[in-house]
């Protein structure tokens, strides 16, 4: 029996990110000093920078999110700054 690692606990997925096919007999774990699997600690690098990779995407959506509100913000803003000055 192999512990595989595996961030999310999924019922539905069937495979661990080292490949292996998850059967009944195979454990997952977000830890990986409770990992077991061979494939998974000789791709421990891999598995954890294409983590990292999702983590950066959701990161930079929602830098851009911010982005985009502030960017709609400033404009109205500095309209009624304007109006203050004139008036
Ligand atoms: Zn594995």
Redesign the pocket.
């Known amino acids: 029996m ?1 512990t ?2 595996h961030p999310c606990s999924d019922a539905d997925t069937e495979r ?1 990110p ?1 490949g ?1 096919w998850l059967g009944e007999t195979s454990h997952t774990t977000g830890d990986w000093s409770h990992v077991t ?1 061979g ?2 600690l000789r791709n421990k690098d891999r598995i954890k920078s294409a983590q990292a990779a999702d983590e950066k995407v959701i990161v930079e959506q929602m830098g851009a999110m911010v982005d985009h509100m502030s960017s709609n913000q400033t404009p109205n803003g500095e309209r009624a700054y304007q109006r203050l000055l004139d008036e």
């Open positions: 192999k595989h690692f661990a080292c292996t699997c494939h998974c």
